[in-house]
């Protein structure tokens, strides 16, 4: 288990402003608050653009495998509002707060009745961070690839 995990700016800024709009709502599960707020005392927050493309974030959609049992599971990572969705598991949940901000290859651990569960990442296979730089840099690539047609087309005499 790592001492410091990863988050992005806009996520701590979620995440601190769940926490405490569920204590001031005396909301369910004041344990998982309390873990969840340590989690977000640990984190080294970052700007979106520099969070790795391995860090589970909000949001993530993650293939995780269980050590004990051998079991692979993909899961995605959302706010409370979004669970339901396929794979969704929520961040006010055990493996939920477990599993943010650690990357591809980290273990974690959770505390279950039965005793600690433990599991890794084996991938992430969706990170909204990521995929935002990757649209972002298609954009760019587009618009070069564009430019470059167009001063083709000028010096062929091709009308643009």
């Given amino acids: 288990?790592?001492?410091?995990?990863?988050?992005?700016?806009?996520?701590?800024?979620?995440?601190?402003?769940l926490v405490e709009g569920r204590r001031s709502g005396r909301g369910p599960d004041p344990e998982n608050l309390d873990t969840l707020e340590r989690e977000l005392d640990r984190a080294d927050v970052?700007?979106?653009?520099?969070?790795p493309s391995d860090v589970v974030t909000m949001n993530s959609e993650v293939r995780l495998k269980d050590l004990d049992s051998g079991d692979i599971k993909v899961?995605?990572?959302?706010?409370?509002?979004?669970?339901?969705?396929?794979?969704?598991?929520?961040?006010?949940?055990?493996?939920?707060?477990?599993?943010?901000g650690y990357r591809v290859g980290d273990?974690?651990?959770w505390r279950v009745p039965k005793g600690i569960r433990r599991l890794k990442v084996l991938d992430v296979l969706y990170q909204p961070e990521a995929a935002e730089v990757r649209g972002k840099q298609g954009l760019a690539a587009g618009r070069r690839r564009r430019k470059a047609s167009a001063r083709t087309l000028q010096g062929s005499g091709v009308p643009s």
């Avoid at 288990?1 to 402003?17: G, K, N, P, V």
């Avoid at 995605?76 to 707060?97: D, E, H, M, T, Y």
Wanted: glycine fraction near 4%; charged fraction near 25%.
């Fill in 1 to 17: 288990m790592r001492d410091r995990i990863y988050i992005t700016e806009a996520d701590f800024e979620r995440l601190s402003h």
């Fill in 46 to 51: 970052v700007e979106a653009e520099a969070i």
């Fill in 75 to 100: 899961y995605r990572l959302v706010f409370p509002s979004q669970v339901g969705k396929a794979n969704s598991i929520s961040i006010l949940a055990p493996i939920g707060i477990a599993m943010l």
């Fill in 107 to 109: 273990i974690f651990e």
